[in-house]
Structures are given as C-alpha cells and as structure tokens.
C-alpha cells in the first residue's frame, strides 16, 4: 500500500518560517521524483517545487529564492523548508511522488500565513 504522509503545516505569521515533510511507504522511493503542490480554493493545484531521483531541483518563480526542497532516500523523506513567507503562500500543500507511468499523493497539509 502506498502512503505519502505530510506534515509540519500550520500557521504562521508574515515573514516566518515552516518546514513541511512528508514520509513515503510502498514505493521504490529513490526512483521517484518528488515534488510539493500547492492548491486554494477555486484554484487549480499548482507545482511549488520538484527534486527528481537524480536530486535536480526546479521551483516556481513564486518561491524562488524563499523554498528549499530537500531529499534524504535513506530515510524515504522529501522536505520543503519555507522561509520569509507571504500570505498569498496560504494553501493546502500536497506532496506527490512519481516515475513515468504512476504518481501518488499525500493528503494534504494547510499552510496558512496570517497576522
């Protein structure tokens, strides 16, 4: 059974920081690429950051420069470290993991940015 797990949502004010994680079980993680998604409501869910098996990166302009996302394949874990964040940052984050030919996703973990 596949599982991607999220946690490390919550909320925060302008300018501070969160670090989501998300844990994977089922799948051959090291040959997965992994991303954070991000969604509102009445929004399409939009890519945040990606880290391929090979350990590229590539972020939306949006957060260039403020996300980091990491991978540590010993322990199946895919992390976004989120500093100076805005509240147009406020979302539900999803953490997804796919190869060619399958994906899946994590449930979701709200970030909300607020004073």
């Known amino acids: 059974q596949v599982q991607l797990v999220e946690s490390g949502g919550g909320l925060v004010q302008p300018g501070g920081s969160l670090r989501l994680s998300c844990v994977a079980s089922?799948?051959?993680?090291?040959?997965?690429?992994m991303g954070w998604y991000r969604q509102t409501p009445g929004k399409q869910r939009e890519l945040v950051a990606v880290i391929t098996s090979g350990g590229s990166t590539n972020y939306a302009d949006s957060v260039k420069g403020r996300f980091t996302i990491s991978r540590d394949n010993a322990k199946r874990t895919v992390d976004l470290q989120m500093n100076s964040l805005k509240p147009e940052d406020t979302a539900v984050y999803y953490c997804?993991?796919?190869?060619?030919?399958?994906?899946?996703w994590g449930q979701g973990t709200q970030v909300t940015v607020s004073s």
């Open positions: 089922g799948i051959i993680f090291r040959s997965y690429n």
């Open positions: 997804n993991g796919r190869t060619l030919t399958l994906g899946f």
